[in-house]
């Protein structure tokens, strides 16, 4: 992750003529990073689980107007897990989040090549819980299967290296609330969660 924002900080000095993004049209690009995942009670342990991996995305979208495009993203949070063992017994907890996610992207250029931007937007996610214990006579695994939507936003900057090649420092979020069922009320989702992705990013502009 370091070398990562080392390359995009080196990135920006890289130039040295004025170069300016396209006004409008297609883009494309990837980025790595790191992914937080914060898990309120998992799965009724009365445990929390906030864990860090490594994550990536592939992202695509239309830009319309300088200040304004729309944009459409995979998000793969790796496989942040914690382990404990004791007295020959192992137990793992791990959860895996995926989610696609839709946005505009709203951005302030700052100067011919810097822009700030902030992206609203709706997540579909995906996620597993996975609890594993094994010990010397017995073992045993669990899985469990979520999804859902929620509100996403992302904010961060980005450099125009040339008028086709750019780079991106941002930081998105989304939350996982319980769902209320107003007919029956009672929660029909119970997870609370949510999971936040900072990363450094390239993207083409065709």
Do not use: C, H
């Amino acid at each position: 992750m370091r070398l990562l924002i080392s390359l995009m900080a080196s990135g920006l000095l890289v130039a040295a003529s004025p170069a300016g993004a396209a006004d409008r049209g297609f883009y494309a690009g990837a980025g790595i990073g790191q992914m937080n995942t914060e898990v309120d009670d998992v799965l009724g342990l009365n445990y929390d689980f906030d864990e860090d991996d490594v994550g990536f995305k592939v992202f695509g979208g239309y830009r319309f107007f300088p200040w304004l495009s729309v944009e459409g993203a995979y998000l793969d949070g790796g496989s942040p897990s914690i382990k404990e063992s004791r007295g020959g017994e192992t137990l793992r907890l791990g959860i895996d989040v995926w989610s696609l996610v839709a946005s505009a992207v709203f951005a302030l250029p700052v100067g011919e090549r810097f822009e700030l931007f902030v992206k609203p937007g709706i997540a579909y996610w995906d996620a597993e819980t996975r609890l594993d214990f094994s010990s010397p006579n017995f073992s045993d695994s669990f899985r469990e299967d979520d999804n859902g939507s929620a509100f996403f936003l992302g904010a961060g900057a980005g450099f125009d290296v040339t008028d086709n090649f750019g780079l991106r420092l941002e930081y998105e979020w989304f939350e996982v609330a319980p769902e209320w069922d107003s007919d029956n009320e009672e929660f029909v989702d119970e997870l609370d969660a949510n999971a936040g992705f900072l990363s450094a990013s390239f993207l083409f502009r065709f």
